[in-house]
């Protein structure tokens, strides 16, 4: 069974610009969340969504959303790019397992 | 202040030893996750953890809740367990991290 994937592995975007990234879960886990990993720095969370509602936001700016789609795959949208968005973006599935992350998403903002 | 600390922030050890990663947390919590992370980014959780002891391989995980402090101990250590380890605890939908332990094995 594969493990939770996200692409793209690797971005780089301008100032200004939007960017969308995605992530599947494992097969099975209905529940997915987001983070943002800054360098040097522990992952903070952004999103959880749980059969397509979002159930938690954490405490970043409108120019952040997302939203899960009925395959359960999930979607982060970040709007008018800063070059402090710059992170590793993370994604975890929940199933009855437990959690389960991705490799991530590397944004880089110029 | 962070809801979750961890100690200490950089850590060097020979080969072969002893090696304890401690976490502290201020939040109430349903439980407590162990995670490594290697060069490159990927997570990979080692232990969720909500009472007493978990053990897997050379990896033991505590968790003492009354006094909201958890510990990683890693014995026999090997180059390969080079990475950074991060506490992260759980409340309700929501993950709190610490900024990690970063551990160097050296052969």
Known sequence: DAGVTQSPTHLIKTRGQQVTLRCSPISGHKSVSWYQQVLGQGPQFIFQYYEKEERGRGNFPDRFSARQFPNYSSELNVNALLLGDSALYLCASRGVGGYTFGSGTRLTVV | ??????????????????????????????????????????????????????????????????????????????????????????????????TGTSLTVIP
């Open chain 2, 1 to 98: 202040k962070n809801e979750v600390e961890q100690s200490p922030q950089n850590l060097t050890a020979q080969e072969g030893e002893f090696i304890t990663i401690n976490c502290s947390y201020s939040v109430g919590i349903s439980a407590l996750h162990w995670l490594q992370q290697h060069p490159g980014g990927g997570i990979v959780s080692l232990f969720m953890l909500s009472s007493g002891k978990k053990k897997h391989g050379r990896l033991i995980a505590t968790i003492n809740i009354q006094e909201k402090h958890s510990s990683l101990h890693i014995t026999a250590s090997h180059p390969r367990d080079s990475a950074v380890y991060i506490c992260a605890v759980r409340t309700g939908n929501q993950f709190y991290f610490g």
